[in-house]
């Protein structure tokens, strides 16, 4: 039944996208098909299966890439990356929809669907997140998206300090710093590059990035 289903959405999806290949979509035509195809992947992604909800990532992901980022969107995505770490649906006493990957990718579609509200549902992945790949995923996410404000500096700050003290994951590492090479050189930035450069637990290239960083925003700020 669970397969047959799937692939009711499979064939539902390839057709709606097929069909904006095949002929040219007026404003309401295309409003009216994005509101049938988010109907069934909303549908999809509240299934208990993880499948579904990699299926529904992936829809939206095509979604963007033809060009339809819709809010109703967003609001999916930051539901799903939020599954099994704020919104928690239990079983027996377990967790029952806690899946790292559907978070993972959901929030790296997050940044396909740039708006008011994203920067904060990537946020609210930041702090409510246990793994460190989501919570690099997301911080590569605010780097596409330009998210340099305080507010999410701020969030930013809170997991490098979270995690300064192991310096055990070089992914989130090279994130972090990716970020704070996108930002203007404040001085919060420039006290967690020296944070990362002056820590030894961190391995040498790590580092060293963390020095090439702050030496060219320190010759940016004696340009000014």
């Known amino acids: 039944m669970k397969k047959g289903l799937f ?3 499979q064939l539902v999806l390839f057709g709606a996208f097929s069909g904006l290949a095949a002929q ?3 404003v309401e035509d295309s409003y009216l098909q994005t509101s049938e195809d988010l109907m069934v992947i909303e549908e999809f992604s509240n299934s208990q299966e993880r499948e579904h909800k990699l299926s529904a990532v992936k829809s939206l992901e095509d979604l963007a890439k033809n060009g339809r ?3 109703e969107a967003r609001k999916i995505l930051a539901k799903l990356s939020l599954e099994g770490t704020l919104f928690k649906e239990m079983q027996n006493g ?3 929809n806690n ?3 559907v978070r993972e990718r959901a929030v790296r579609a997050l940044a396909d669907f740039p708006g008011a509200d994203a920067a904060k549902s990537l946020g609210d992945v930041i702090v409510n997140e246990k793994e460190p ?12 998206l330009k998210a340099f404000d305080d507010n999410t500096l701020n969030i930013v700050q809170f997991i490098l300090y979270q995690y300064n003290a192991l310096a055990n994951d070089s992914r989130l590492a090279n994130s972090l710093l990716s970020y704070y ?7 919060k930035v420039m006290s967690a590059l020296s944070t990362i450069r002056d820590n030894p637990r961190y ?4 580092k060293h990035r963390a020095e090439q960083i702050f030496k060219k925003k320190g010759k940016a700020n004696t340009a000014r």
């Open 69 to 71: 980022k819709p809010e």
């Open 94 to 96: 377990r967790i029952i």
């Open 203 to 206: 391995v040498p290239t790590v």
């Open 7 to 9: 692939f009711i959405f």
């Open 99 to 101: 899946y790292p990957d």
């Open 24 to 26: 040219e979509l007026t």
């Open 133 to 144: 790949a989501v919570i690099s995923a997301a911080i590569d996410s605010l780097t596409k």
């Open 181 to 187: 090479d996108n930002c203007p050189p404040k001085p």
